[in-house]
């Protein structure tokens, strides 16, 4: 009885409720927007959720992370939400990974999922997981929130992928932590990503997939549109990798200031700030490898590296 005033629904019934039960969904975040991401698909009986998180719970997180309580604060995300969604719904399998989601452990978890939903919030993951979806013909559910307004999209699975409709980064880009964020329009963009991946999992027409939802509750407004056309840029930007995939012969450079990450992105990173590396010469490395907090100076400072010296140019997954 427990999904019978889901299966009353002509479009989910009783052949969608086992399509739910049978799927494997990868969920990458577990903060805001997992928060309410991850107890909608766990309600919903959807059957294999892993779960991929670096942080721990911290009490400025609760106002609207609230799959957390005051208990939680300092263990691991990823191991509190499992243990939380496994006693709202013990048919659900729900495995967490603590870890940083990085290309190298996409790959290896991307293959075990039919879908994954991007709630990290962050440049460098939503890029990477986009390039990884998009060849491995994977659906991706992305969110992005701050302040009083975000939007979420489906990409990728035979639609465009990320970089088709945000073939580059906006001029400036802020965190929740730099620029704030409310509670509720969080769990709002939480709960289109859960009902996005229902859709998607259930074979809803129309698809999520190609369609992107803006809500604004500044003023009060929701738009949406649909991009099933949009081409996929010629000439792609910077590809984001992994540590792992560091070259021997590529030079590292971590744009941040000791002040702001007293460890460096990787052994072998020279520290600079953007306007030192906008005169950089590399040289002889083979590629410039760059890093910051959000991916958005890194990403800059690839794309001006290619284009003024033609050498290769990636940005690092922080």
């Given at each position: ?5 889901q299966?009353?629904?002509p479009?989910?019934g ?10 494997r969904?990868?969920?990458v ?5 997992g ?10 009986g ?10 721990r ?5 609760l ?23 496994a ?11 603590v870890a ?6 996409a790959r ?16 460098a ?29 489906g990409?990728?699975?035979g639609?465009?992928s ?14 929740c ?32 997939l ?6 604004d ?12 056309a949009?081409p996929?840029?010629?000439t792609?930007g ?18 941040r ?13 020279c520290?600079l700030s953007?306007?030192?590396a906008?005169?950089l ?13 959000t ?18 140019a ?5």
């Amino acid at each position: 009885m427990r999904y019978a005033r889901q299966t009353l629904l002509p479009e989910v019934g009783a052949q969608g409720q086992a399509r739910l039960g049978a799927a494997r969904v990868l969920v990458v975040g577990a903060g805001g927007l997992g928060s309410a991401v991850l107890p909608l698909l766990a309600g919903a009986g959807v059957g294999h959720l892993r779960i991929i998180d670096p942080d721990r719970v911290e009490e400025t997180n609760l106002h609207r992370q609230i799959l957390y309580r005051m208990a939680d604060l300092g263990q691991p995300k990823a191991e509190v939400a499992a243990r939380e969604l496994a006693a709202l719904n013990p048919d659900c399998q729900v495995s967490a990974c603590v870890a940083r989601l990085e290309p190298g452990l996409a790959r290896v978890e991307l293959p075990g999922c039919d879908l994954v939903v991007d709630a990290a919030d962050a440049f460098a993951v939503t890029y990477a997981l986009s390039d990884l979806c998009h060849a491995a013909g994977k659906p991706l559910v992305s969110a992005s929130v701050l302040g009083r307004a975000g939007y979420v999209g489906g990409f990728c699975g035979g639609a465009p992928s990320y970089r088709a409709l945000f073939p580059d980064l906006p001029p400036i880009a802020q965190s929740c932590a730099t620029a704030g964020v409310m509670g509720p329009v969080v769990a709002a963009l939480g709960a289109l990503q859960a009902q996005m991946a229902l859709s998607v999992l259930l074979g809803h027409d129309p698809s999520p997939l190609g369609q992107v939802l803006k809500l604004d509750l500044a003023t009060w407004r929701q738009s949406g549109f649909r991009f099933d056309a949009a081409p996929e840029p010629e000439t792609p930007g910077p590809a984001v990798i992994g540590r792992d995939e560091v070259q021997p012969r590529d030079l590292v450079i971590d744009l941040r200031a000791e002040a702001e990450a007293p460890c460096p992105a990787h052994p072998r990173a020279c520290r600079l700030s953007p306007d030192q590396a906008a005169r950089l010469l590399p040289g002889a490395a083979a590629r410039v490898v760059f890093a910051c907090t959000t991916g958005l100076r890194a990403w800059r400072a690839a794309r001006e590296m290619t284009a003024r010296t033609g050498t290769p140019a990636a940005v690092l997954a922080t």
